[in-house]
């Protein structure tokens, strides 16, 4: 690209302090985000039975998912305490302007449900699912989710893309920056139910074509808007499982055609099979493409 971006410099330059801390605290907020998850599922399930005698519906799936989210606005108010003492509180260091703040959401948005519905559209032309109307549909679960996943989604954007992807880039390129977070992303997946190498490398193509997206539009609004989209249309809307986790109150119910789970990625979702391969491998290269990005050292 041929003009420099405010999220690869700064004024006051290189900082390895400020990078290793940045990095190492924000990767210790998120890794600990699902322990406290955890300690919240159980701790509220507990009290709950003891009180009410809610055991039943509390430990069924719908609900231990959205309790376990739970973790992510505290792992968003760790990540905000990090910007503070490391970046003095200015949130455009991760992405974030006030200027048509709502049309980047909505356009955030638009791109991550766009994104999904070529997904699915290719996934039917190959045959490989098909989808019908789910008679457990729950609007107040579904409500909860979309919650959920606009926060889960904002958390692990700035997280992969506004400090991890940034810092490293300060440090080398960002091309460096893009695989490195890339990979970490797929990684801090790696404990998803049913995965797989196939879904672990769209997992890691996935963190490409997103960190593209904030690459080239410095606007953490829409990409990280973009991302809970995604979650949001595939898991709540398609009903297709989401990193192996199926939500059962969904508005449809999508599942892989028998002997095609190769293509539609089978118990871990359309996020791991082949479709999503060459959807997501044709959408890197067309971000590359028309953007013309020059491998070349950013400093802040």
């Known amino acids: 690209m041929n003009r420099q971006r405010n999220i690869f410099r700064n004024k006051k330059g290189s900082n390895s302090n400020r990078s290793i801390s940045a990095i190492g605290f924000s990767l210790v907020a998120f890794i600990f985000g699902p322990v406290i998850s955890l300690f919240l599922v159980f701790g509220i399930t507990t009290i709950l039975n003891m009180k009410l005698g809610l055991n039943e519906l509390i430990t069924t799936t719908p609900y231990n998912m959205i309790i376990s989210m739970l973790g992510y606005p505290i792992i968003l108010y760790l990540l905000i305490i990090i910007n503070s003492k490391l970046y003095d509180g200015d949130l455009s260091k991760f992405g974030f302007s006030s200027k048509r ?3 980047r959401i909505l356009k955030g948005i638009g791109l991550g449900i766009g994104l999904v519905v070529g997904l ?10 098909y989808s019908i109307t789910n008679n457990k549909f729950n609007f107040l679960i579904m409500f909860l989710f ?3 996943f606009f926060i889960q989604g904002m958390v692990e954007e700035i997280l992969m893309r506004s400090i991890i992807m940034n810092e490293i880039c300060n440090k080398s390129n960002a091309a460096i920056a893009i695989l490195t977070n890339s990979l970490l992303f797929s990684l801090l997946h790696l404990s998803a139910p ?6 672990f490398f769209n997992l890691f193509l996935f963190g490409i074509m997103f960190s593209l997206i904030y690459y080239i539009t410095n606007d953490m609004w829409l990409t990280g808007f973009a991302h809970a989209a995604w979650n949001i249309t595939l898991g709540v809307i398609l009903g ?3 990193s192996g986790q199926v939500i059962e109150n969904s508005l ?3 599942s892989s055609t028998p002997y095609k789970s190769l293509l539609s990625g089978g118990d871990f ?8 391969t060459i959807f997501t491998t044709f959408v890197i290269l067309t971000l590359i493409f028309s953007t ?6 950013r400093s802040w």
């Open 146 to 148: 979309v919650i959920g």
């Open 194 to 199: 049913g995965v797989t190498a196939l879904s």
């Open 240 to 242: 297709t499982e989401i």
């Open 101 to 103: 703040k709502y049309v």
């Open 252 to 254: 449809f119910r999508t």
């Open 292 to 297: 013309k990005i020059i491998k070349t050292k």
């Open 120 to 129: 699915y559209l290719l996934s039917l032309i190959f045959l490989a699912l």
């Open 269 to 276: 979702g359309l996020e791991g099979g082949l479709i999503m």
